[in-house]
């Protein structure tokens, strides 16, 4: 009962492939992989000393 078999995730898959289109899916993926990119470079520039003026 607590664990999901192959079916659960392929009904799963194919709800969201309904709610959003084939073509939206790897649009959508790409803004996450930017996303995750764009924070771990925020988080190198914190690490970097500023200098004091």
């Known amino acids: 009962m607590g664990s999901l078999s192959i079916w659960h995730w392929l009904i799963v898959l194919?709800?969201?492939?309904?709610?959003?289109?084939?073509?939206?899916i790897p649009e959508l993926m790409?803004?996450?992989?930017?996303?995750?990119?764009?924070?771990k470079q925020g988080m190198r520039e914190d690490d970097t000393p500023r200098e004091q003026k």
């Open 14 to 24: 194919a709800v969201a492939v309904l709610l959003f289109g084939r073509g939206k």
């Open 30 to 39: 790409g803004d996450v992989a930017k996303g995750i990119k764009t924070f």
